[in-house]
């Protein structure tokens, strides 16, 4: 997991699995985010990454629509998951939040279980047939969390009585327990010491082989070592996209540049 | 950088010793010191008021539970009976046996005084029909000794309770002062003393001229109706309103609009409510009159807005991250706010819900206005479904109406009617507190 990672990637070239064309997000009158033509590829993980306020929060959560929760928000423009208009009128936003599954910045297991909250998507969309059914999902969700040996003694143990990285890894867990094709992840380890750091990003480098993953990120060191692929925002704009490795050490546009080596942001 | 350009002596603060206090410091913790003793103070001052309100209520509540009674054993034969039973003046006869009886018990103790019929009417009432109706109903008991008991007239029972005394008895068609001496030497015998009441909690209102037969079960009925009442509409009501308001609504002026004029409806005087449940529920819907149904609707109205202000601070208190978790793994606006909202506002929504119950069981204005205050409850409702129904009266209705009757025997009922009304209370702010530890103990 070091740097130098980033030069030996290689990038497969994989399919688009999510692709935005000319997206626009406004909060009442303040245009958050302008035009952002952006394609995620399918297997890998994208990371966003930009000073706070420049609106890759609110591009990911137009991703799975969170942003249809906040009244005084109007996202414009076309966003496809595997050609399919997620803005479309006839597309639900609950059936696409179980296909775009997230992870949020602050660890929010629900009061109840460790295996309660794994298995309350599985359970509400009906993914199980039986009892036996469901505990084996939740126990391969929590092993795909990295958090099964930790919790497997006391799973009707209440979630919130773990720690930070645990919480978060269980997080991580819950959303892949409904099969998500695509996981978005909004600063998760911004909470997290870095020893809990360095297992969710490694968790992020397993999740890779089954989805496409989202991460938006403070830490550019975490983008570095996490994404194959790195988005810069700034002011609302997607400034540049492309693979991590040249983003970090050959960016086109001076912001870039300007915002890695530390002098905007 | 300034600093160069100043001279060492500048630069370096007079060193100040931490064991010496400045004048600043010692002025902020003389203020904090005050500020403590201020709540001390505050808190001293309510204590002190709380206790002197429970020690007036216990001091004139308490001798309503207690009624003075007179134990009277006798044989009644065949003979008298008969005989008694084909006079004009029926009760009449039943008296003079009674006092007959009387007046050989004394006897027997070897007590000499002397009483007339007069005298034991003051003290006792008249009991011959009570004696009558007995012996009608139970024929078979005639021959055989039986005891009765029978209930002091409020005067005897204020010279129980220290109420009336010898010094300041005045003479009347009520008590004579002589009558003491009579109520002294049947106490002695054992024949009159005081008993526990049981009447005053299972007993029906009785009429004005009988305080020691007025008990307060009939209105505890009708509160009780009329808590089911509001209960079943304001809870559903209630906590569903405050979901949509909260959860579901669009914010925008018109839900402001409603939400600002819920507020104020809290703060409504309650004997508006009482006037518009008047002029809708009786004169309109054409309800009877002084019926818990129409008791609970009104007071439904009154806590309406109680129950869905707290529902909705504590389903506003409960962590918006709880709302995303639950959206973002694909649950329903509805599965998120009942799977996970509503569980985790269930301590505050239950307190709020009682807390209102417990006001609404306290009201007294708006039931004069639909009737309920000045009815005479003397009984119980004969089913469950004409408890709603009948006129009945209720608890801080009964209280009201008894402080209000002349005779001072009431004013004693009062005091004891709120004794109930607040262990009814008490309790219900209990189970509050329970089934708040209860559901949050459930994180």
Known sequence: ?265 | MTDASMTPAEAKPKRSSLSVLDARTRKRNAAETRFRMYGVAAIAVGLLFLMFLFASILRSGIPAFTQTVMDIEFVLTQEPFEEAESKMLKTGEYQKIFVNALQSQLEESGLEVAFDNKAIQRIVGKPGGTIRSYFLENPDRVGTPVSFELAASSRVDGYFNGRVTRENIVDSRFLMASDLDLVDALEEVGIIHSAFNWNFITGTDSGVDNPGGAGLGASVIGSFFMMLVVLFLSLPIGVAASIYLEEFAPKNRWTDLIEVNISNLAAVPSIVFGILGLAVFIQFAGLPQSAPLVGGLVLTLMTLPTIIISTCASLAAVPPSIRDAALGVGASKMQSVFHHVLPLAMPGILTGTIIGLAQALGETAPLLLIGMVGFVAREYPEGFLSGFTDANSAMPAQIYTWASRADPGFYEKAWGGIIILLLFLITMNAIAVILRRRFERRW
């Open chain 1, 1 to 265: 997991m070091n740097d130098m990672r980033i030069v030996e990637r290689d990038v497969d070239t994989n399919e688009v699995k999510i692709a935005a064309r000319d997206v626009q997000v406004f909060y009442g009158d303040n245009h958050a985010i302008k035009d952002v033509s952006v394609d995620i590829d399918d297997k890998t993980v994208m990371a966003f990454i930009g000073p706070s306020g420049c609106g890759k929060s609110t591009f990911l959560r137009c991703i799975n629509r969170m942003n249809d929760t906040i009244d005084v928000c109007r996202v414009k423009g076309d966003i496809r998951i595997d050609t399919e208009d997620i803005y479309d009128p006839k597309v639900d936003p609950v059936q696409l939040r179980a296909k775009v599954g997230m992870v949020f910045q602050k660890p929010n297991p629900f009061p109840k279980s460790i295996y309660d909250n794994v298995a309350y998507g599985p359970r509400i969309h009906g993914l199980a047939r039986s009892k036996a059914d469901l505990d084996d999902i939740v126990e391969k969700s929590l092993r795909r969390g990295a958090i099964w040996d930790e919790v497997k003694d006391r799973l009707h143990a209440p979630g919130t009585g773990l720690s930070g990285g645990q919480q978060q890894r269980l997080c991580i867990a819950r959303a892949v327990a409904t099969e998500p094709e695509v996981l978005l992840m909004d600063e998760p380890c911004s909470a997290l010491d870095p020893i809990a750091t360095a297992q969710v990003e490694e968790l992020i480098d397993e999740l890779r082989k089954n989805y496409s993953v989202v991460i938006v990120t403070h830490s550019m060191q975490q983008a570095a070592r996490v994404s194959q692929k790195t988005a810069f925002f700034h002011l609302g704009n997607l400034v540049e996209y492309g693979e991590t490795g040249t983003i970090f050490t050959n960016p086109v546009d001076p912001r870039t540049e300007s915002y890695i080596t530390g002098r905007i942001g």
